[in-house]
């Protein structure tokens, strides 16, 4: 009778902590953390009518949404290489269905960073078929648009990849094209389409995000190879080139080998099977190396790394594309993966209470 008294105290005693922190901040685990600063911009969404998914904009304190809005624009039309993905025009994007991020739902959130054009219409399959993946396990989608940090001052561009870090517990790094040789310390040799400011943004939101260890990773083609550059890897430039093509990766479908890891993410989805089929829609791969926060998960046959994890169970980052698969395979990985940010996530204290 005295233990469950004291149970029931000690359980009191929490509820009225993770209370008491909610009053001073929306998730529990910001308060306790020295390292967070105070927020220089609002974070809203914006719904300008012709994109699958809301936009995340960025907001200074002294701009209406309507403002950072045109601002974003303007600096977007000021930059030779961003303007050319878009033909040489900015893209049409209304300015309108503007409203600030809602403080709850945190954890049925994805934020999907756009790196081509098309992301930012309602013509992408990649974006449509990861919403409605996610909507299926009742979580909204958002994009992030290409550059989001333009016209932002150094301080603002690490607020805002520290918002990020605590509102999205699921960061998606999409397909695209190639990463720029010169992040990785490279001459470029073989490397397509490369936009050096597109890259510079999603290395530094990838590397903070990871750094905050606040939600889970997730690279899919170019994003598994950015976030791997990001966290300190090299890649190779054309497979065909540097291994032959016993295996080709440009477009094809092909067996990988799953391997043991410390946490065993895509260990867990292919259970007793040593080998998945994958489909394979690139001529660039991870240069992997010990010693660093990733560790093999898969390899195809000539060798290539098709999966990567993070050591702290943070992040999976596929060589192939899961939400492009058009199986259950795909969308078993993407629905694991939602899984997986839900046992590595921050809480609200109002799931506690």
């Excluded at 560790?295 to 290539?304: I, K, L, M, P, Y």
Aim: aromatic letters at 6%.
């Amino acid at each position: 009778m005295i233990h469950k008294t004291l149970r029931s105290i000690i359980c009191n005693l929490k509820r009225l902590s993770c209370l008491t922190i909610l009053l001073v901040a929306p998730i529990c685990a910001n308060a306790a953390d020295p390292n967070l600063t105070p927020e220089l911009l609002r974070l809203y969404e914006w719904n300008p009518g012709n994109t699958l998914a809301p936009l995340i904009l960025p907001v200074r304190a002294a701009e209406t949404p309507e403002n950072a809005a045109q601002r974003y624009l303007h600096e977007l039309s000021k930059n030779t290489d961003l303007l050319e993905l878009f033909l040489g025009r900015s893209p049409d994007l209304p300015l309108q269905g503007f409203k600030p991020l809602a403080s709850t739902d945190r954890e049925q959130r994805a934020l999907m960073i756009a790196n081509l054009p098309k992301d930012l219409t309602l013509n992408s399959e990649r974006v449509q078929n990861f919403k409605t993946i996610f909507a299926q396990a009742k979580h909204q989608s958002y994009i992030l648009p290409l550059a989001a940090d333009l016209g932002l001052s150094r301080g603002e561009a690490k607020d805002l990849q520290q918002q990020i870090a605590l509102k999205f517990p699921l960061l998606v790094a999409i397909g695209g094209e190639d990463v720029t040789p010169a992040a990785y310390g490279a001459e470029d040799f073989h490397a397509r389409n490369t936009v050096p400011r597109r890259d510079q943004f999603e290395l530094e939101l990838i590397k903070s995000y990871v750094k905050y260890e606040k939600g889970f990773l997730l690279g899919v083609c170019r994003g598994s190879q950015i976030s791997a550059v990001a966290l300190g890897y090299k890649l190779i430039q054309d497979l065909p080139f540097h291994k032959g093509t016993r295996i080709e990766h440009s477009n094809n479908w092909h067996p990988i080998e799953v391997l043991n890891t410390k946490n065993n993410l895509l260990k867990s989805i292919a259970g007793e099977q040593r080998h998945l089929t994958v489909n394979s829609l690139h001529h660039q791969s991870v240069i992997y190396h010990p010693g660093g926060p990733l560790e093999v998960a898969a390899r195809s046959h000539d060798g290539t790394v098709e999966a990567t994890e993070l050591k702290n169970g943070r992040g999976l980052l596929l060589q192939y594309h899961p939400e492009l698969m058009g199986n259950a395979l795909g969308t078993q990985i993407i629905h694991s993966v939602l899984r997986y940010k839900n046992t590595v996530m921050p809480r609200m204290c109002s799931q506690i209470l």
